[in-house]
């Protein structure tokens, strides 16, 4: 990535492209399939945050419309399984029943969303669609981080508070 130039770069993926009803090959896929794509955010000029912008921004900030395009940027946990978990502002710009996410890390509900619209695509699968994916992938990772630290709280609580019976002392 180091040798695209720009501080900013579009993640088109292939299920956005455009093939005519052709069944196109992974390896076969190039940037002319999204040409419509590349012409629309150009045609709205639409801002694209920094990362600094991102996470500067405040909590009543974080919905607005601009150019017709809604934005919203959300704080995801990332690297939440690893030694080092951190957190990572994204935000969604969906405009024109198109999606745009603008993130410097990569959280998991992008795979998983990923993963799901390569094995199952619907027809007619549009912006308002993926977002409403990728929302519900935040929701359950979200959920999947709170019950594992739950657990071990309430491991480590129960190590210090009830240590030699593992029952509430009366």
Not at 16 to 32: A, Q, S
Not at 56 to 67: F, G, K, M
Not at 79 to 99: M, Q
């Amino acid at each position: 990535l180091s040798l695209i130039p720009g501080k900013h770069r579009f993640n088109l993926h292939a299920f956005y492209g455009e093939f005519g009803g052709r069944k196109v090959e992974r390896n076969e896929v190039e940037p002319r399939h999204f040409r419509n794509w590349i012409a629309w955010a150009k045609s709205l000029g639409i801002d694209v945050p920094s990362r600094e912008e991102m996470q500067e921004i405040e909590v009543t900030s974080r919905l607005y419309v601009e150019n017709g395009a809604r934005y919203m940027t959300a704080t995801l946990m990332c690297a939440s399984d690893s030694d080092t978990p951190k957190t990572t502002a994204v935000t969604f710009i969906l405009s024109g029943h198109r999606l745009i996410t603008v993130r410097y890390d990569d959280p998991r509900p992008f795979m998983i969303v990923a993963n799901k619209l390569a094995r199952v695509c619907p027809a007619g699968a549009n912006g308002e669609a993926v977002l409403m994916e990728l929302l519900d992938a935040v929701i359950d990772r979200a959920a999947d981080i709170l019950e594992r630290i739950a657990a071990e709280v309430d491991q480590v609580s129960h190590g210090i508070f009830e240590p030699e019976t593992g029952h509430a002392r009366s």
